[in-house]
Nanobody, 129 residues
Framework: QAQLVESGGGSVQAEGSLKLSCSASKYTHTTTCMGWFRQSPGKEREAVAIINSDGDSDYGDSVKGRFTISRDTANNILYLEMNDLRPEDTAVYYC???????????????????????RGQGTQVTVSS
């Protein structure tokens, strides 16, 4: 069974909003870091947002001021609220989590994805102009 399951993706026009959810109910460890990254065809992965076990968050430069990461610790759900969406935000969005590394900045997210962290199957976000 997948440990992280994303939902909430879809198609929206530019300047619209979407809210992604990531259920971590099957993730049995206490998370130290959770976050979102995205990937679109022909582009490198891009870390979007992180939140650590202290509740501290950080964002990629391209989404600062538009996206907000939050978590429902009681139900083990991670959210990404995306406002003022742009065509360049079009990508598959993945949720990621780790129980060892406590991320303190956005630069740590792809490190944990590549070094033992878990990720979901992704959810497609398409923004049209």
């Amino acid at each position: 069974q997948a440990q992280l399951v994303e939902s909430g993706g879809g198609s929206v026009q530019a300047e619209g909003s979407l809210k992604l959810s990531c259920s971590a109910s099957k993730y049995t460890h206490t998370t130290t870091c959770m976050g979102w990254f995205r990937q679109s065809p022909g582009k490198e992965r891009e870390a979007v947002a992180i939140i650590n076990s202290d509740g501290d968050s950080d964002y990629g430069d391209s989404v600062k001021g538009r996206f907000t990461i939050s978590r429902d610790t009681a139900n083990n759900i991670l959210y990404l609220e995306m406002n003022d969406l742009r065509p360049e935000d079009t990508a598959v969005y993945y949720c990621a989590a780790d129980h060892i590394y406590k991320c303190t900045s956005i630069s740590g997210l792809l490190y944990i994805v590549d070094h033992g962290g878990v990720r979901g199957q992704g959810t497609q976000v398409t923004v049209s102009s």
